[in-house]
C-alpha cells in the first residue's frame, strides 16, 4: 500500500506555512511603521528613564524635594534670564567673549571657576544644582540616554528656558552655566512624529530624537520640563531588539497555535477518522482473505460531519453486511439452478433415444446440438407395429419454456401414433391439445414420417417443418410435399398426409433450421445448397460418416462464430436383414438360404455373395452331415452393419466347436488324399472374422464379411 | 446349376452356377454315366459362381478316376473366389488350373 500522508501532519504544515507568511507579512508591516514603533521605543526608553529619576524620589516627601529644589533652580534661573537674555551666544566670535558677557549680567551666578567658592546665596543654590545635575546624570547613564536636561517653560515667550544638564557636570564644567538661563523656542520642524503635532511631546533637537515630560506639583501647578535625548542610532536598535522580540513573540505563538491546531484536529477530527479508516482496512483485510464478514459498529461522540460519516459508515457496512450475505445466497440459488438446468438438460437428453440405432429392419444415425444448456430441437423413432416412425421437431424459442413443450409435444406425439393413430390423425390430435393452454404462445414445427417397410412406403405429415432430403439411387430430391401449419398455433387444421416410395437402399435426411440457418462470421448462412451438395457427395457412404461429413462441413463453414440455434439431424434408412429358419434336415435348405440371401442383398457384389454361398454351403452342410439329432433347427441371420455383413447360424444341435477341431489340411502335389475335410479352412479364409459359441442350448457360428 | 458336356478332340465339361454340396452330387451322378474316351478332360468354369468344398470333393474323385486310365484333367477359366478357393486348400497344387 502506498505509503499515506496524515491528515494531521498536513494541518500541521498548513498551519507553519500560514504562521510563517503571517510572521513575514508582520515584519513587513512592523518595518512600514517604523515612526510609530521609534516613538513606542522612546516612550520605553522614557519610562526607563523616569523610573530612574523617580527611583531616587521614591517617598512624596523625597519627591516633593525634588519638586522644592526645580522650584528653587527655576527662580535662580529666572534671576538669571531676566539678567541675560539679551545675551546671545551667536553675537560673540568666541566663548570668552560671551562667558564675560554673561557673568558682567550677573557675577553672583557665575563664580570664578578655579576657586569655586561664591556667596552664601549662590553656595546654597549650588547645592541643590548639584543635586539636580547627579539626578540627571544618574538617569542618563542608567537609561542609556544622550543627555537628560531640564528647562521651564516661560509661556509669555513661549520658549523654554535652560535650567540644567546631565552633560555638564557642575563640579568639573564651568561653562554650563553660560547656557542655564538661555532659551530656546521650539520650531515646527522639530516635531518628528506624525501625529504629535498637538502635545509636542516627541520631536529632533540638535539632531537628536527627544522627549519632553513636564513635572508638575501634587496641585498640577507646572513646575519644569524634563528632556531626554536619544541617539537615532539607539532607537534604531531597540527597534531591532523590539522587531526581533515582536518575531520571536509571533513565530512562539504561532508554534503554540499550531501546537493547539493539531492537538484539536487530532482531538477533533483524526482521531474520529482514524477510527473510520481502522474499521475500513479492517472490512477490506477480512473481504481480501475472504473470511467471516461482519459489521464493526464505529462510535463517534462528536457532533459534525465524523459523526455522519461513522453513521454513513456503519450503515454502509451493515448494507455491505446485508448484500454479501443475499449474494451468497443468490449464488448457491444461481448454482443450484445451474445444477437443476443441468439435470434438466440431462433430462431432456436421455428422453431422446440413442444417436445410433440399427435392427435388421432399419438403421438410424442422428446429430443433436444445443446452443444453450436445454433446447427446443427433437428428433424421436419407434415402432408402430410392423412400421416405422421418425419425427424431427423444432419448438419456438429456447430454454426451459421451449423444453417443457417439447417435452410434451414429443411425449403427445409418440403416445398417440403408439395407440395406432394414423399420421393425420395424430398431428390433428396434438395439435389441438397444444394449442390448449399454450398461454406462452409457442409452437412446434415437425416432420412425422412412417415407414413401411413392405410396400416400400414413406408416409409422412410436415407440420412447417424444413423439407428433408431423400436419397435414392444416387439422386438427392427434396421432399417437396405440402407443408402443413405448425403445431399448437391454430385450432382446427386439417394436416395433409402424403407417401413417397421408399425402399431398401434409399435414405431420408431430416434436419432443423439451425443446419441450413447456421451462419459464419460473415453473416452468411450455411444454406440448402450446402446440405444438398454434401448429401450428393455421400450418396455411397454409411450413415455415420454421411453425419459426420455434414457436421465437419458444419463446422469449417461456421468456424469460431458463436452458435446461437441448436443443431439437429437425422438420417434413415430400410436396414437390409434377413432372418431364415429351417427345420427339415436335408441338403436342399442350403441352396434355400443361399437363393434368398441372394434376392435379399441383391446390391452386393457377386464376390461377396460368392463367398456367402461357399461360407453357408459348407457350414450348413457340416450340420446336416454331421449332427445326429433328427429334429435340427437352423435359424439364420444376416445383419448389414456398416461396412460389414453379419452372419448368425444358429442350431439346437450338440456343442461342438468344429473350428476348434478341424484339422488343417492343404493338398500338395503327389499327396494322396481323401475325400473331405476342407471345408473350415475355406470359411476361414473367406471370412474376416469366424467365432463359435454355445448359447443357451444352441451352437452360435458369427462370421462377420468386410464388405470393402 | 447348368452343366454341358461335348465331346470331341477333348471332352469338355462347361459348368454354370454354383458347384455345391447338392449340385456337386447332381454333376457326379452325371459324369458316372458319362463316357469318357477323350485322353483329356477339361472342366470349363468360366460361368461357375462358385466352388464349395463339396466340389472340391467330387473334382478330386474325377482326377483320381482318370488318373489310372492315363487320362488328363485340366481346370480352365476360374474366377477369383474360386481361385481362392483353389489356394487355401492347395487345390491349385494338385490340379492342373488353366
Redesign the interface.
Known amino acids: 500500500m502506498k505509503k499515506r500522508f496524515p491528515i494531521l501532519a498536513k494541518i500541521g504544515i498548513l498551519g507553519a506555512l500560514t504562521s510563517i507568511i503571517a510572521a513575514a507579512i508582520s515584519i513587513v508591516v512592523t518595518y512600514n511603521s517604523a515612526a510609530k514603533r521609534s516613538e513606542e521605543a522612546l516612550i520605553s526608553r522614557v519610562n526607563n528613564c523616569l523610573d530612574s529619576i523617580y527611583f531616587q524620589y521614591y517617598t512624596s516627601d523625597e519627591a516633593n524635594e525634588l519638586i522644592v529644589n526645580l522650584v528653587t533652580i527655576k527662580e535662580k534661573t529666572e534671576e538669571v534670564y531676566e539678567k541675560v537674555k539679551d545675551i546671545h551666544q551667536s553675537d560673540y566670535a568666541t566663548f570668552s567673549e560671551y562667558e564675560a558677557a554673561m557673568k558682567s549680567k550677573a557675577p553672583w551666578f557665575y563664580p570664578d571657576p578655579t576657586s569655586m567658592i561664591g556667596s552664601q546665596e549662590f553656595l546654597a543654590f549650588r547645592q541643590q544644582y548639584i543635586q539636580l545635575n547627579s539626578l540627571l546624570t544618574n538617569a542618563q547613564f542608567s537609561s542609556g540616554a544622550v543627555s537628560v536636561f531640564t528647562a521651564y517653560f516661560m509661556e509669555e515667550k513661549s520658549s523654554y528656558v535652560f535650567m540644567a544638564d546631565s552633560r555638564y557636570n557642575v563640579v568639573q564644567k564651568g561653562e554650563f552655566y553660560f547656557l542655564v538661563g538661555s532659551s530656546y523656542t521650539l520650531k515646527s520642524t522639530d516635531v518628528l512624529v506624525e501625529g504629535d503635532e498637538e502635545s509636542y511631546d516627541t520631536f529632533s533637537l540638535n539632531g537628536y530624537l527627544t522627549r519632553k515630560v513636564e513635572v508638575l506639583t501634587n496641585d498640577g501647578e507646572y513646575v519644569a520640563t524634563f528632556f531626554i535625548q536619544y541617539t537615532y542610532d539607539a532607537i534604531r536598535a531597540e527597534n531591532q531588539r523590539m522587531l526581533i522580540r515582536d518575531a520571536l513573540i509571533l513565530f512562539g505563538t504561532s508554534l503554540a497555535i499550531i501546537g493547539i491546531i493539531i492537538l484539536g484536529s487530532y482531538l477533533m477530527f483524526t482521531r474520529n477518522i482514524k477510527k473510520v479508516t481502522d474499521a475500513a482496512s479492517k472490512a477490506k483485510e477480512r473481504l481480501s482473505k475472504n473470511e467471516e464478514f461482519e459489521a464493526v459498529s464505529i462510535s463517534i461522540k462528536s457532533n459534525d460531519e465524523m459523526r455522519t460519516l461513522g453513521e454513513s459508515f456503519n450503515a454502509l457496512e451493515q448494507q455491505l453486511v446485508d448484500y454479501i450475505a443475499i449474494v451468497k445466497k443468490e449464488a448457491m440459488e444461481k448454482e443450484r439452478v445451474n445444477a437443476e438446468l443441468g439435470v434438466a438438460s440431462k433430462i431432456q437428453l436421455d428422453s431422446l433415444p440413442s444417436t445410433s440405432y440399427y435392427d435388421e429392419k432399419v438403421r438410424v444415425e442422428s446429430l443433436i446440438r444445443t446452443a444453450k444448456e436445454v433446447g427446443g430441437d427433437f428428433y424421436d423413432y419407434f415402432y408402430v407395429g410392423k412400421k416405422f416412425v421418425v419425427i424431427m421437431s423444432d419448438v419456438s424459442g429456447k430454454g426451459i419454456p421451449a423444453a417443457l413443450f417439447m417435452m410434451k409435444a414429443k411425449e403427445l406425439l409418440k403416445s398417440n401414433l403408439i395407440k395406432g393413430s394414423s399420421l393425420k390423425e395424430a398431428a390433428t390430435e396434438v395439435n389441438e391439445a397444444l394449442v390448449v393452454n399454450n398461454k406462452e404462445n409457442l409452437f412446434v414445427t415437425s416432420f412425422i414420417g412412417m415407414i413401411d417397410f413392405e410396400e416400400g412406403k414413406l408416409s409422412y405429415v410436415n407440420a412447417g417443418h424444413e423439407k428433408p432430403y431423400l436419397i435414392s439411387n444416387g439422386e438427392v430430391i427434396r421432399l417437396d410435399g405440402n407443408s402443413n401449419f405448425v403445431l399448437g398455433g391454430v385450432e382446427g387444421i386439417d394436416f395433409v398426409e402424403e407417401s413417397v416410395s421408399f425402399k431398401k437402399g434409399d435414405k431420408l435426411f431430416m434436419f432443423t433450421d439451425g443446419l441450413n440457418e447456421a451462419i459464419n462470421s460473415k453473416e452468411e448462412e450455411f444454406t440448402y445448397e450446402n446440405i444438398q451438395k454434401t448429401l450428393e457427395d455421400t450418396t455411397g457412404a454409411s450413415l455415420k460418416d454421411i453425419i459426420s461429413t455434414m457436421t465437419k462441413r458444419l463446422d469449417e463453414f461456421v468456424g469460431e462464430q458463436e452458435v446461437f440455434d441448436d443443431v439437429t439431424m437425422m438420417v434413415v434408412e430400410p436396414g437390409v436383414s434377413l432372418h431364415l429358419s429351417y427345420d427339415k434336415k436335408d441338403?436342399?435348405i442350403?441352396?434355400d438360404a443361399?437363393d434368398k440371401f441372394n434376392e435379399s442383398f441383391d446390391d452386393l457384389s457377386?464376390?461377396v455373395?460368392?463367398?456367402v454361398?461357399?461360407i453357408l454351403?459348407?457350414l450348413?452342410?457340416n450340420l446336416i452331415s454331421y449332427e445326429k439329432r433328427e429334429d435340427l433347427v437352423i435359424d439364420l441371420d444376416f445383419i448389414l452393419l456398416d461396412e460389414t455383413l453379419r452372419i448368425l447360424i444358429r442350431d439346437n444341435g450338440d456343442d461342438y466347436d468344429v473350428l476348434a477341431n478341424h484339422k488343417e489340411?492343404?493338398?500338395?502335389?503327389?499327396?494322396d488324399?481323401e475325400?473331405?475335410?476342407?471345408?473350415i479352412?475355406?470359411v476361414k479364409?473367406?471370412a474376416k472374422e469366424v467365432t463359435y459359441e454355445y448359447l443357451a442350448g444352441h451352437s452360435v457360428m458369427k462370421i462377420i464379411m468386410d464388405l470393402k | 446349376m447348368e452343366i454341358k458336356i461335348e465331346h470331341g478332340e477333348n471332352l469338355v465339361i462347361s459348368l454354370k452356377g454354383?458347384l455345391?454340396?447338392?449340385t456337386s452330387?447332381e454333376l457326379g451322378e452325371k459324369l458316372e454315366k458319362e463316357e469318357m474316351n477323350e485322353k483329356l478332360v477339361i472342366m470349363d468354369m468360366k460361368e461357375l459362381?462358385?466352388?464349395?468344398?463339396?466340389g472340391?470333393?467330387l473334382l478330386?474323385?474325377l482326377k483320381k478316376k482318370l488318373s489310372p486310365e492315363g487320362k488328363e484333367l485340366e481346370i480352365h477359366n476360374l474366377?477369383?473366389?474360386c481361385q481362392?478357393?483353389f489356394r487355401?486348400?492347395?487345390?491349385g497344387?494338385?490340379l492342373t488350373v488353366k
Open positions: 441338403y436342399s442350403i441352396e443361399v457377386i464376390e455373395k460368392s463367398k454361398g461357399i454351403d459348407e450348413m452342410n489340411k492343404y493338398a500338395n502335389k503327389g499327396d488324399l475325400v473331405g475335410g476342407f471345408g479352412a475355406i479364409d473367406l | 454354383r455345391d454340396t447338392v452330387v459362381e462358385y466352388i464349395s468344398s463339396a472340391l470333393r478330386l474323385t474366377n477369383p473366389v481362392e478357393v487355401v486348400t492347395g487345390f497344387n494338385i
